[in-house]
């Protein structure tokens, strides 16, 4: 049985924001700069980023230099004195860690969160996890998480570890060039079960890119998130917003 962290939100939360899929980067200011302006004008109460706000992340110390990563700690940091933000770890940043998370006054978060708000429970997850058809992701995914394979890479210098890091992004740019690849959506059992062990009725996720509701029977629904993109047409930006009323998609476009 999956283990199910639990926030309980404050009453005086009305609001919540929840993004993830940003795969923020260097060479895309556009996705950096609407970023940068969410963060300084949302009206919600906190935040939840549910993975994948970098396209990348090597290390914590990469944001101790100056460069991009500083510069999204920066970011992170203002944000942070304004509400609550919490991190949820992705498949391309599941590196970031307790030091980078304190130098930008944000919460990590177990992945899965049921958050207990207005009443209901939304069971909150990456998604990366119920993508059972993606074996070869997920035999992946144990090895690069396993502490002892953490420990040996942090260990390289940062910037052998960039240089690892560019050459696995290459290496996924070409998998998803290749022809008759099929990508893996979340199983809807799985994310039923989920559901039903924590005793919710939503599940919230994002990794998959493929923005949608889904209707799981029995009161059971799980919501994609967005990714962002500025660079594409059209512009991809949205958020999901949750309240009393309920989850409502806003566009940042």
């Not at 290390?59 to 609550?84: K, M, S």
């Not at 998480?145 to 390289?156: D, E, Q, V």
């Not at 039903?196 to 009725?201: D, E, F, I, N, R």
Request: negative net charge; contains cysteine.
């Amino acid at each position: 049985m999956t283990a199910f962290a639990e926030l309980v939100a404050p009453a005086a939360w009305r609001t919540v924001d929840l993004i993830s899929d940003l795969h923020l980067q260097s060479s895309d200011t556009a996705t950096f700069e609407a970023w940068r302006g969410y963060l300084q004008t949302t009206p919600a109460d906190a935040i939840f980023i549910l993975g994948d706000l970098f396209e990348v992340w090597v290390g914590d110390d990469a944001a101790t230099e100056p460069g991009f990563e500083a510069q999204c700690a920066q970011v992170l940091r203002e944000a942070a004195t304004r509400r609550p933000l919490f991190f949820m770890h992705g498949n391309r940043d599941f590196l970031v860690g307790p030091a980078f998370a304190e130098q930008c006054g944000m919460r990590l978060v177990d992945d899965p969160t049921v958050l207990a708000l207005h009443d209901r429970r939304w069971l909150l997850s990456h998604g990366d996890l119920l993508c059972l058809e993606d074996t070869e992701y997920l035999r992946f995914r144990a090895e690069v998480r396993a502490p002892a394979w953490r420990s040996a890479f942090l260990a390289r210098p940062l910037a052998q570890r960039r240089a690892l890091a560019r050459s696995m992004r290459a290496q996924s740019e070409d998998r998803k060039r290749t022809p008759g690849v099929v990508w893996a959506d979340v199983d809807a059992d799985a994310a039923r079960t989920w559901l039903q062990q924590a005793g919710a009725t939503t599940l919230i996720h994002g990794h998959t890119h493929w923005p949608a509701t889904h209707e799981l029977g029995d009161g059971l629904e799980r919501i994609v998130l967005s990714d962002w993109d500025l660079k594409a047409h059209p512009a991809r930006a949205q958020l999901l917003c949750l309240s009393s009323a309920g989850a409502q998609r806003v566009d940042l476009r």
